[in-house]
């Protein structure tokens, strides 16, 4: 028939094969292409990377397609827990004030024990979610339980205090132990008997499994 023009052809994004449109919107070429390359990635050369993260299906169009941003405009400034220098961004007026996360983490620990000095005597400061699960523990099954209230150990990592003092026993509660943490804790057991809490304790704590604490 001379009238009835031919079907636009397209490869398929998803499997690559070339395939004749029924309507000339269509994309894929069938709907089990249509569910896998859904939430893929085209790259701009029609071709379905295969992922929902990548943009671009090879390194060459990569460079290619690319778009490169301007060179970003950075300032020096001083470090406020140590006072070295360095530098930032220049949209980051109220923020990146230190150099690195351990300077933001002692210096934001200064501050909270200030505040902490301001506080009732019988108020009770939780670091973590992990000393509030506890906390909650030791309420539920009528253990005894308060702040630590004794004197601050000097370690080689900084000054170390604990937890809580349960029966008697110091107990510190680390979901999640950091190297510096470990090591303070190690030393400290050479003053101080300490009673380390860690996740499966405390899992096992709210299950009812007092064995931990009963050592």
């Known amino acids: ?3 009835v023009k031919p079907r ?3 490869d398929c994004p998803t499997c690559g094969k070339h395939f004749a449109c029924v309507k000339p919107t269509q994309v894929f070429c069938s709907k089990k292409c249509i569910r896998t390359g859904r939430n893929h990635n085209v ?3 029609g071709v379905n990377t295969g992922s929902y993260q990548k943009k671009y299906c090879c390194p060459e169009h990569r460079e290619k397609w690319q778009k490169h941003k301007a060179p970003t405009k950075m300032v020096t400034r001083v470090c406020l827990a140590c006072g070295n220098e360095f530098s930032r961004p220049s949209w980051y007026p109220g923020k990146m004030n230190y150099c690195s996360n351990a300077c933001s983490h002692r210096q934001q620990k200064k501050v909270r024990d200030k505040f902490i000095l301001n506080l009732n005597e019988h108020a009770v400061v ?3 979610g992990w000393e509030i699960r506890f906390w909650a523990v030791c309420l539920r099954f009528d253990i005894p339980i308060r702040s630590y209230d004794g004197p601050d150990i000097t370690t080689s990592e900084g000054v170390y205090r604990p937890d809580f003092i349960v029966n008697d026993q110091v107990v510190d509660v680390k979901g999640w132990l950091r190297p510096e943490s470990a ?3 190690g030393e400290a057991r050479e003053q101080v008997d300490v009673m380390l809490i860690d996740e499966s304790a405390l ?6 499994d007092l064995s931990a604490l009963n050592r």
Do not use: D, Q, T
């Open 126 to 128: 939780f670091h973590s």
């Open 8 to 10: 636009p052809e397209k």
């Open 43 to 45: 790259c701009p050369c």
């Open 1 to 3: 028939m001379p009238n």
């Open 183 to 185: 090591a303070k804790i």
């Open 203 to 208: 899992c096992a704590l709210e299950s009812g």
